[in-house]
């Protein structure tokens, strides 16, 4: 892609970033997996209730998790009869060298 189109894909993609993080469950659900990396549905939901008391459905969970994943923040790997959930915290690190980093010019990023 080049000039307006990559433009407009990383726009997209930051757009669905924010969208997915704009929701405090799904930034508790983040904060579990960044604790603990390869978490089965039934592992999120408990740890959603025991850590924070937030209990709701196992689908409401899945839900929440197929918005991170479609934003590139969750990766998911399927092993037998379990599917496990893995934190990608790479989209979060190209918002910060983005915006946050600013100790290199412009014109050098």
Not at 1 to 13: D, F, H, N, P, T
Request: glycine share 4%; hydrophobic share 40%.
């Amino acid at each position: 892609m080049i000039g307006k189109q990559l433009l407009a894909y990383s726009e997209g993609v930051a757009d669905d970033i924010f969208k997915a993080l704009a929701d405090p469950t799904r930034r508790k659900i983040l904060d579990e997996l960044a604790e603990r990396q390869g978490q089965t549905l039934f592992e999120i939901c408990s740890r959603l209730a025991m850590n924070h008391q937030i209990t709701m459905s196992r689908q409401a969970v899945s839900q929440h998790l197929a918005v991170l994943e479609a934003a590139g923040l969750v990766e998911s790997r399927r092993e037998g009869r379990y599917k496990f959930h893995d934190l990608n915290a790479a989209p979060l690190e190209r918002i910060a060298e983005r915006w946050l980093r600013r100790d290199t010019p412009p014109e050098d990023r």
